[in-house]
């Protein structure tokens, strides 16, 4: 997989963020990749996923296989 050039990329955030919006997960898409950066250091870069990846870990989250015990 190539890398996408996000700096053109529109990143979302969840609307269940709170304090102020400065700390939390923002994701965005690009050419069939998905970008994922934490959004109190959005200039240190972000970890670049295959959509196919995204659609996996984002289900993972949603059953709880990544919760810390």
Known sequence: ??????AQAVWR???RSTGG???CVEVASVA???GV???KAPTIGAVIMSAGAW???AAGVKTGRYDLR
Do not use: I, Q, T, Y
């Open 21 to 23: 919006g400065n700390n």
């Open 13 to 15: 955030r969840s609307r």
């Open 37 to 39: 950066r934490d959004s």
């Open 1 to 6: 997989m190539s890398v996408p050039d996000m």
């Open 32 to 34: 069939g990749a998905v």
């Open 55 to 57: 659609r996996d870990l």
